[in-house]
């Protein structure tokens, strides 16, 4: 999971809608695709409240659990 700037937290992929591309551009040994897919983000709104199991906090921010098996979630104040 990951923390997306002005999106939310992506959560999963949702699907892959096309893949195109297939091609290694000189001087690089790795394939390069363009892919294009949905994701699941979380977007909390300003004021809503959350439950959720603190598991720590410190000048950085806080790292919370939500949901069961989602446990890196942590935003900046």
């Known amino acids: ?3 997306i700037a002005n999106l939310g937290l992506c959560i999963s992929v949702y699907d892959i809608r096309s893949i195109d591309g297939g091609f290694v551009f000189p001087g690089d040994g790795s394939s390069t695709y363009t892919v294009e897919f949905r994701l699941v983000m979380f977007r909390p709104f300003v004021g809503e409240i959350i439950t959720a199991k603190l598991k720590e906090s410190d000048s950085n921010g806080l ?3 939500m949901m069961p098996h ?3 979630v942590g935003w900046m104040y």
Request: no cysteine; proline share 0%; net charge neutral.
């Open 63 to 65: 790292r919370y659990m």
């Open 1 to 3: 999971m990951k923390v």
């Open 70 to 72: 989602v446990e890196e």
